[in-house]
């Protein structure tokens, strides 16, 4: 297939990979703009992880959202008790959202559940992580990392639970998984229109550390045309041990910082409870505009 944007063809990065009640959905950010100035998010839907359909704009900033009006970026889902919590950037404040359906409509709580200036670094880069206790925790930030705990009700976090992270390499883009005993700790380093833009991984016992570096997950194959291969998020397929990771790159073979495409490729945990390194081979999702029949093609 080409890989070249057509017209009618939509960019996106930052994908939030998820699977709900048997099907799976990525929450991105639209992208395409030299400001990243999205002002509102979609959400895609897929059966089976190669053909994918734009569901439709499930946030707008300053119209469901009253307390902010740019920068819609990095959305992260999860669900709790038959109600969907949607969480988001926007204005360098944390959001969240609550909807009856993965795909909204979902409603604003009313206000950040981080703003921004109330933790040191950026508030930026939601992701949430549910362990096998049932506890949630929430990750976010720019320069310095935090794993919060969340609340019973899923949009407050425990402010006494608080947990901040730092690493040399550590830009945005915390994620946690964990597999058996191992946790995981997920993030991507450089800048996002650095070709070397990349992900790198650590691992540790309790789900805010301590944290041992692993070194790098996945990274540019410039001899392929792929650079800035970063903001993943990684999950299991559901009822297996198959693991995916979705993230974005520059879109091949004309992107940029501000033109990205998303990918899912293969996790694999060795037995030693290593991650083998990601060959960022696969072909980009394309999504058309919703003008034009609306299908993605892997």
Known sequence: MSRSKEDGERYYADPALTAFAGRYFLYPTTDGSDDWSSDSFHV????????????GEILRLGRDVSWATAHAWAPAATE????????????DNIGVAVGTSPTGPFRDSGAPIVADGQYSGRAIDP???????????????NGVAHIARLN?????IDTDHVTEWTHPTFREAAHLHRRGAL???TWSENDTRDPEYRVRWATGSTPVGPWTDRGVLLEQEPGEGIFATGHHSILRVPETDDWLIAYHRFAVPDGDGFH????IDPVIHLPSGDLARVRP???SI?????????????
Do not use: C, K
């Open 44 to 55: 895609l839907a897929s059966d089976d992880l190669h053909n994918w359909s734009d569901q």
């Open 80 to 91: 709790r008790n038959g109600l969907y919590y949607f969480y988001f950037t926007a204005d």
């Open 127 to 141: 992701a949430v992580f549910t362990d096998d206790d049932g506890t949630s925790y929430l990750l976010w930030g």
């Open 152 to 156: 019973d009700d899923m949009v407050s």
């Open 183 to 185: 946790y995981y700790l």
């Open 260 to 263: 990205r495409e998303i990918v």
């Open 281 to 283: 081979g696969s072909p």
């Open 286 to 298: 394309r999504l058309t505009h919703p003008a034009i029949p609306e299908t993605l093609d892997t």
